[in-house]
């Protein structure tokens, strides 16, 4: 293996690091003004409207990553980073500014919203194959670690300083993000690289969205791997966009409750993504940890749909930091069973899925609350709590989390599909990649380990080059 060239020394991981802390930091000091403007602003439909602002964000960022991704193959990565870093956080201030161009700026922004896609890039650049595994943790585990404490301390600002102060750092926070990028990260893709590709033609197989799905039923066990990914994040997608919004409603946690609520289940996904993961890897083996994983998301998941009380939230939180394991060990179970010089095309196939799933679900979740009814009641502007209306409290749907149940069914479905992922499996998955290995470009593809198609938000997608 061809060594790094020095002048990506510089280039660190934790660089990295850095920027997506600090973004998503920002972001998560606004759960609780989210909360607040997104009812204010849609007071019918609050869910649905949700659904569909966040589903047409996923969809554009599906749609967007690869072109983004071949043109820094092309120009750099810090351009693209400084782009995919200005264009996630603009639309902070405008929450106070104006909340309708806020929604509209968040729907927009997905065209550029994919900074995983480039940090990953940016990652594999100054990396070894064998160090990628734990930089991409070490990135993973950086964004649940950003929303473990962020939340909670925006909704104590917002409590007793208004949400425009929280709005203040959070913009403050998101300019310094921006400043790191421009004036501390370096590039890391190398000059002759950059050079040598200056110019080059980007095709529409680079740019094409759904050229990773197309592949998918080439392989029979990667067709089993895809539609459990699918089963199984579809739910995930549109839980995540829609359910502290679901907790603050149906279940009346305040803000103060949503914050800790977070807070707990980042620090446990912390701990089940490293020391459990690992734990179970080696005693269960890859397999029946993706099994077990899905287990606990699908006991999660029905619990979240049938639980009306506070305690059960918290119980159910604490299995949902468990099935936090599902992915990792998916994307383990993928480097394995796939050839080294594979692996790039199955995780593209993978992370096209769910990139997908990140604009179906959130729309799916927002319209079956639509279906069953469940609108965001009047909110006491100082607990956060729901206002008393004419319905009597004690009267409580028998199912409060309709979305919560269907997710619940569609993971029961992965569970059985990946029952039948063989453990041992050759890949016969061929891509138009394998075409064009000549001699003469394959020290190029050591210092630029991925083809921009497959380059998106997800980990072990560079290791096809290695």
């Known amino acids: 293996m061809l060594q790094k060239p020095h002048t990506t020394n510089r280039a660190k991981v934790s660089h990295a690091v850095v ?4 973004e998503f930091f920002a972001w998560g000091l606004l759960t609780t003004p989210m909360l607040t403007v997104l009812h204010e602003t849609f007071p019918q439909h609050t869910f649905l409207m949700n659904g569909l602002i966040q589903g047409v964000k996923g969809l554009l960022s599906f749609l ?15 351009s693209f980073l400084l782009v995919t870093v200005f264009f996630t956080c603009a639309p902070i201030p405008l929450m106070r500014i104006s909340p309708w161009w806020y929604f509209a700026m968040i729907s927009v922004s997905g065209v550029f919203a994919v900074t995983f896609s480039v940090i990953f890039a940016y990652v594999a650049d100054i990396t070894e194959e064998h160090e990628r595994s734990t930089a991409y943790g070490l990135v993973s585990a950086t964004f649940a670690a950003s929303l473990v404490t962020s939340p909670a301390i925006g909704a104590y600002l917002s409590a007793n300083y208004g949400d425009s102060l929280v709005v203040l750092v959070a913009t403050i926070i998101a300019v310094v993000d921006i400043a790191f990028v421009l004036l501390v990260v370096p590039e890391s893709l190398p000059d002759k690289m950059r050079l040598t590709s200056w110019g080059s033609p980007i095709s529409w197989e680079q ?62 996904s912390i701990i089940a993504q490293t020391l459990l993961l690992t734990y179970f890897m080696r005693t269960i083996g890859n397999k029946n940890t993706v099994l077990l ?52 095309c199955v995780q593209g196939m993978i992370t096209g899925i ?44 028998t199912i409060p989390g309709p979305p919560f149940l269907f997710g619940a069914c569609l993971v029961l479905l992965a569970f059985l599909v990946a029952m039948f992922i063989p453990d041992h499996h050759s890949m016969a998955v061929k ?16 210092l630029n380990p991925l083809p921009a198609s497959e380059e998106d938000i997800e980990p072990l997608l560079q290791d096809s080059s290695m």
Do not use: H
Request: charged content about 15%; glycine content about 8%.
């Open 19 to 22: 920027v997506i802390f600090l």
């Open 64 to 78: 967007s990553a690869p072109l983004i991704g071949a043109l820094s193959d092309v120009w750099g990565r810090k």
């Open 207 to 268: 740019a094409d969205p759904f050229a990773s799905l197309r592949r998918v039923g080439k392989d029979p066990t990667v067709l089993l791997i895809c539609v459990t990914v699918f089963l199984s994040y579809l739910p995930e997608a549109g839980q995540y966009s829609s359910f502290f919004l679901y907790l603050r409603q149906v279940i009346e946690f305040s803000p103060a409750a949503i914050a800790a609520f977070i807070a707990m289940v980042g620090i446990l």
């Open 293 to 344: 994983g899905l287990g606990f998301q699908l006991f999660q998941l029905a619990w979240y749909g049938f639980g009306s009380e506070p305690w059960m939230m918290w119980a159910a939180g604490t299995v949902a930091a468990m099935s936090s394991i599902t992915f990792p060990a998916v994307s383990a179970l993928v480097s394995r069973i796939a050839a080294s010089d594979q692996q790039g």
């Open 354 to 397: 769910r990139g997908l799933c990140n604009g179906l679900g959130p729309a799916l979740y927002g319209f079956i609350f639509f279906l069953f009814n469940v609108e965001l009641n009047e909110l006491d502007p100082m607990t956060g709590r729901n206002k008393s209306t004419s319905q009597e409290p004690s009267e409580k749907p």
């Open 431 to 446: 891509t138009y990649t394998d075409t064009r290995k000549i001699s003469t470009s394959n020290n190029l593809q050591s």
